[in-house]
């Protein structure tokens, strides 16, 4: 229980979250479950005992590689069965790639009810590039911002149509905390904030996460103290000075601030951007020097009047090819360690575009009704699902990873190998393969084309250098598409920069932009690539990245939990 509040009788009462009363699910009953914190190489076992009725689990470790462990990378149907009621799965692996990660859950819409928690995997201080660059990197200096609803998120899908809050956060949480001002009464919650405590004259390693499931960027501001931003998605870059940084669900970032002002308290501003515009969500947090007062005496900044913002990293304009004052893009951050030199060959081995877009149709227009049971809701009534390439993603009913022989190969199918008669709207298990070792260039390309919305990609079993990221810079196109993006690329247009690529495993493609990725596929196994707004997870925006064979896969680990069907043969004559 993270805070103790004496209640009506006096007796003690458990407060998680923002002090409005709600269903939760917690992991060790706590909120953020427990912050894992290792060391590089350590041996990780993890029992996830999932003791919630009626729900079955997965767990994922966002960030890690899973090198020779991908059977525990926790994607339900694909690497594991889930963890049903009452059962217990062991969870082990080596802390393999060091950095700022997380963990959560990774089935159904669980993680927006509480199941997250962050996994930090340290170097020793000479491994560390940037370890000069700070004096301390405490574990009480992890900022996990995650958004909160005040009902189950159950209760937001598949839509709510025109109501607000629909499918919008009431508030944001960071470390699992935060006050809530009701709108209506101006009514304010009496939970405590998070307070991150500094000595002065110290600089501090901040590490932080974004967790949330909405599809809201998350834009972090400290009061008076610039942030030195040193890496992104666990992989280091050279470091640069930014005031603010906006961020989507699944990314990190770390950086150093120093304790150069005055003794005092200072507001951590975090403000949900884009359709939290429309419950004005945000949270503080306390940035506090020792001996200084636990609350600021400058006044609180409000969702309209917020922290001034200065330097931005990460600006949603996505003019990402020229250099500017006012803004950083996440493709200009340079890796700090070289990059693999397939990487920058002119020609990748593999070349795939993948536009994305929603298809809305009306329920009677169906032509797999069965398939569609998982759909959100417009505010016209249409229904709505994901495509990547023409194709809703079905997980397959059996993890392919250990139970191939149990999957119809029809189901699987990709861009140039369609279910027969689907038209634009096929609904199957979306795979690509890709040779072991091959260099694999991504881009995905906007065709969603709603004003204000980038979705934030994010690969499993890797970190692949983002090369470009941009718009058409065609000023006829006012809606990029596949055949526009083919047409730049052939024309030269298609912008990449091959000066140290930053490593991340998150991106945000612009709202009617694109992004342009590149990996080498030398971690072989089944890797869901999706977005990671998590009403989008479940409604198709999925992909399978299979790389290698499965002869090149280590030995399915003994005792595997397996899934499917369960028909002996009938006993009575
Ligand atoms: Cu954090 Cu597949 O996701
Ligand atoms: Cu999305």
């Not at 706590?30 to 003791?51: A, E, H, K, T, Y």
């Not at 709510?160 to 629909?166: F, H, K, S, T």
């Not at 030195?228 to 970032?253: C, K, M």
């Not at 001996?291 to 609180?300: D, I, T």
Request: hydrophobic share 35%.
């Amino acid at each position: 229980c993270q805070l103790c509040l004496p209640n009506a009788t006096n007796a003690c009462q458990c407060v998680l979250g923002d002090g409005f009363e709600k269903s939760i699910l917690t992991i060790n009953r706590q909120l953020p479950g427990p912050s894992i914190q290792v060391c590089q190489g350590d041996r990780i076992v993890v029992d996830v005992d999932n003791q919630m009725q009626g729900m079955e689990v997965t767990l994922h470790w966002h960030g890690l590689w899973q090198q020779g462990t991908q059977y525990y990378d926790g994607v339900p149907y694909v690497t594991q069965c889930p963890i049903s009621e009452g059962s217990t799965f062991r969870y082990q692996f080596i802390a393999g790639n060091p950095g700022t990660h997380f963990y959560h859950a990774h089935t159904g819409l669980q993680k927006l009810d509480g199941l997250y928690g962050s996994f930090i995997v340290r170097q020793t201080p000479s491994e560390e590039v940037h370890a000069h660059l700070y004096d301390y990197d405490l574990t009480t200096h992890v900022m996990l911002a995650s958004d909160w609803m005040h009902e189950v998120a159950q209760e937001r899908f598949p839509g709510r149509l025109q109501r607000i809050p629909g499918q919008e956060p009431e508030n944001i949480l960071i470390n699992g905390k935060g006050q809530y001002m009701d709108p209506n009464t101006g009514y304010m919650t009496n939970t405590p904030l998070e307070i991150f405590t500094v000595t002065p004259g110290r600089r501090y390693r901040f590490r932080f996460i974004n967790s949330f499931c909405t599809v809201c960027p998350a834009q972090l501001t400290i009061q008076g103290h610039p942030l030195l931003v040193i890496a992104s998605d666990g992989e280091p870059v050279h470091p640069v000075v930014v005031n603010t940084i906006i961020s989507f669900t699944g990314e990190r970032y770390d950086f150093v601030i120093t304790a150069d002002q005055n003794v005092d308290a200072y507001w951590i501003q975090i403000r949900g951007l884009g359709e939290c515009g429309n419950t004005r969500a945000q949270q503080l947090a306390v940035l506090r020097y020792a001996r200084a007062p636990y609350e600021p005496l400058s006044p609180r900044p409000t969702y309209d009047y917020g922290l001034a913002q200065g330097v931005v990293l990460n600006p949603l304009d996505a003019i990402c090819n020229v250099e500017r004052p006012d803004a950083i893009c996440v493709s200009q951050l340079k890796n700090a360690r070289p990059v693999d030199e397939g990487i920058l060959q002119e020609h990748p081995d593999v070349k795939i575009f993948l536009p994305f877009r929603f298809l809305l149709y009306q329920p009677e227009q169906l032509f797999q009704p069965h398939l569609y049971n998982r759909f959100l809701v417009a505010p016209n009534g249409d229904h709505v699902i994901s495509l990547v390439d023409g194709i809703s993603f079905v997980f397959p009913p059996s993890p392919p990873l250990s139970q191939i022989e149990d999957i119809p190969p029809e189901m699987f199918c990709n861009g140039d190998n369609r279910p027969p008669d689907c038209g634009e709207n096929c609904m199957c298990t979306h795979k690509i393969d890709v040779p072991l070792n091959a260099i694999v260039e991504v881009v995905l390309v906007d065709e969603v084309q709603q004003p204000n919305l980038s979705h934030p990609f994010h690969l499993h079993g890797y970190a692949f250098n983002v090369v470009g990221i941009g718009r058409s810079p065609d000023q006829q196109i006012k809606k990029i598409s596949l055949k526009h993006a083919l047409d730049l690329d052939r024309r030269g247009l298609l912008h990449r920069q091959f000066n140290l690529p930053p490593g991340k495993d998150t991106i945000a493609v612009p709202n009617n932009g694109y992004v342009v990725l590149r990996f080498r596929a030398n971690n072989p196994g089944y890797w869901l690539f999706h977005c990671h707004f998590l009403f989008h997870t479940v409604i198709g925006m999925d992909f399978l990245i299979h790389a290698g064979t499965h002869a090149d896969l280590p030995p399915i680990p003994p005792n595997f939990q397996r899934c499917g069907d369960h028909l002996p043969p009938i006993l009575f004559h």
